[in-house]
């Protein structure tokens, strides 16, 4: 069954320090996002990305965030300069199209910041 | 409006038994209404989902049950196993908001042996 790969699984990093982590979609799927659970919560909407442009993005996504799909298989998350509170899994989703298909979520990357 | 409720926040149940959680919604605008099964360390995996214009899906043990007047819809798990052991998560979407979903709170179940 395809699946939606992420790496890495788990990353420690000092407070202030640019983090990327990354995702490879599902190949034919054209709709991926990024959610977060920070420990013991819900899970959160982060952003959603289709043709090369945000969609729609939470009021947690803030400057400090940024997607990027830079080679056509792949799909980042950018984190500019981490805080404490950015500590989370942080999970790609993708779909093949918006009209009720299976979102498919990856494992996840689990970000400490420390 | 774009909050979904779940209850309970933990559940045990007997082996054999039936698993019930419930959620309800406010934003009429959903209209696709996931179950998410995450084990520790997991990402959630897609249980079952349902579209307003059904009342009810079934596949296998897992049942949706949704009242569109009553915006709420809950997951009934039949014949309940220690494997199913997870945490469940329910979640609205709308095509309008490129399917951005918005999940309950979790419920976490324990199926005892």
């Known amino acids: 069954e395809p699946e939606v790969t992420q790496t890495p699984s788990h990353q420690v990093t000092q407070m202030g320090q640019e983090v990327i982590l990354r995702c490879v979609p599902i190949?034919?799927?054209?709709?991926f996002y990024w959610y977060r659970q920070i420990l013991g919560q819900k899970v959160e909407f982060l952003v959603s990305f289709y043709n090369n442009e945000i969609s729609e993005k939470s009021e947690i996504f803030d400057d400090q965030f940024s997607v990027e799909r830079p080679d056509g298989s792949n799909f980042t998350l950018k984190i500019r300069s981490t805080k404490l509170e950015d500590s989370a899994m942080y999970f790609c989703?993708?779909?093949?199209?918006?009209?009720?298909?299976?979102?498919?979520f990856g494992e996840g990357s689990w970000l400490t910041v420390v | 409006q774009q909050q979904v409720k779940q209850s309970p926040q933990s559940l045990i149940v007997q082996k054999g038994g039936i698993s019930i959680i419930n959620c309800a919604y406010e934003n009429t605008a959903f209209d696709y209404f996931p179950w998410y099964q995450q084990f520790p360390g997991k990402g959630p995996a897609l249980l079952i989902a349902?579209?307003?214009?059904?009342s009810e899906k079934k596949e296998g043990r897992f049942t949706i049950s949704f009242n569109k007047s009553a915006k709420q819809f809950s997951l009934h798990i039949m014949d309940s196993q220690p494997g199913d052991s997870a945490t469940y998560f329910c979640a609205a979407g709308s095509k309008a908001g490129f399917q951005k979903l918005v999940f309950g709170t979790g419920t976490r179940l324990l199926v005892s042996p």
């Open positions: 349902i579209r307003p214009d059904v």
């Open positions: 989703a993708s779909s093949v199209d918006i009209s009720g298909n299976t979102i498919y």
């Open positions: 190949s034919n799927h054209l709709y």
